[in-house]
């Protein structure tokens, strides 16, 4: 973890990489009042929460991105892409 955090990467990755963990706290404080209350979320549903909220912060923070990804993984790709083809330029 400690070397994906302190990794080389482009300006938008890392903005990118320091918001998961504040998803991922959300979502798993989210799944436990919902648990605490006999409501019932999986684990499938909050990983696709936290994917939704990447995908969204990504939209919203970088209009100018066109066709954004909605996977975690797939975003990450894309955006390495991205700056790889900006350096060439």
């Not at 903005?15 to 605490?36: D, N």
């Not at 409501?39 to 909050?46: E, F, H, I, L, Q």
């Not at 975690?72 to 350096?87: D, F, G, S």
């Amino acid at each position: 973890m400690e070397e994906w955090w302190k990794a080389d990467d482009s300006a938008i990755l890392k903005q990118l990489i320091k918001v998961v963990p504040a998803f991922k706290t959300w979502e798993i404080r989210k799944r436990r009042s919902v648990m605490k209350h006999g409501g019932n979320m999986s684990t499938t549903s909050m990983i696709l929460e936290i994917h939704k909220n990447i995908y969204l912060f990504t939209k919203s923070r970088y209009p100018w991105l066109k066709n954004v990804p909605q996977n975690w993984p797939l975003i990450v790709k894309y955006i390495e892409r991205y700056a790889q083809l900006t350096k060439i330029w």
